[in-house]
């Protein structure tokens, strides 16, 4: 088993809906979850973390973390075409200090 | 957040030859790493620069195929030894200070 899942994708949404992307992890001392965006050609960015169960929201932006399920998921609200990317799910252990990478979704939004 | 550089962006080289890539922070940092991303797959972790002592190298990767150099908090290389086509790929320096943060890669095309 996998440290993180992730679907691969590809996923797709008309502009203005909400993108739903979904990661679970089998490591139940993890604390420290994080979701980044990469573009093509391009390193990936940082654009949400979260470290306690709930909702975490910046912007169109929310974070998810259910640490009973061992599940997180990133809800990009009025989706853009600029949204469209690969989506990195990660999660850091405190096991080792490592951190651990999905193999990511890809996102298209449709103009 | 921290800043990262890397040098060079990308190179292009022939097989059997070595490639040093550097990575600047512009903060001191007690963790960094060295990640590689195959066109169209997720991020591989190589190793974890250790400032003082010698690397820690994941699976599948050797010291002597990626010596690793940390020499302070701020600075590290990574170098690819005896390159074969299956070398080409972006290498990634990245390091933890709270959340993770990537440099901008480096491209490499081994022929």
């Known amino acids: 088993q996998k440290e993180v899942e992730q679907n691969s994708g590809p996923l797709s949404v008309p502009e203005g809906a909400i993108a739903s992307l979904n990661c679970t992890y089998s490591?139940?001392?993890?604390?420290?979850f994080f979701w980044y965006r990469q573009y093509s050609g391009k390193s990936p960015e940082l654009i949400m973390s979260i470290y306690s169960n709930g909702d975490k929201e910046d912007g169109r932006f929310t974070a998810q973390l259910n640490k009973a399920s061992q599940y997180v998921s990133l809800l990009i609200r009025d989706s853009q075409p600029s949204d469209s990317a690969t989506y990195l799910c990660?999660?850091?252990?405190?096991?080792?200090?490592?951190?651990?990478f999905g193999t990511g979704t890809s996102l298209t939004v449709i103009p | 957040s921290a800043v990262i550089s890397q040098k060079p962006s990308r190179d292009i080289c022939q097989r059997g030859t070595s490639l040093t890539i550097q990575c600047q922070v512009d903060?001191?940092?007690?963790?960094m790493f060295w990640y590689r991303q195959q066109p169209g797959q997720s991020l591989t972790l190589i190793a974890t620069a250790n400032q003082g002592s010698e690397a820690t190298y994941e699976s599948g990767f050797v010291i002597d195929k990626f010596p690793i150099s940390r020499p302070n908090l701020t600075f590290s290389t990574l170098t690819v030894s005896n390159m074969s086509p299956e070398d080409s790929s972006i290498y990634l320096c990245?390091?933890?200070?709270?959340?993770?943060?990537f440099g901008p890669g480096t491209r490499l095309t081994v022929l």
């Open positions: 990660a999660v850091f252990s405190n096991t080792g200090n490592q951190f651990y």
């Open positions: 903060s001191q940092v007690t963790m």
């Open positions: 490591d139940r001392g993890s604390q420290s």
């Open positions: 990245s390091v933890y200070s709270n959340e993770q943060f």
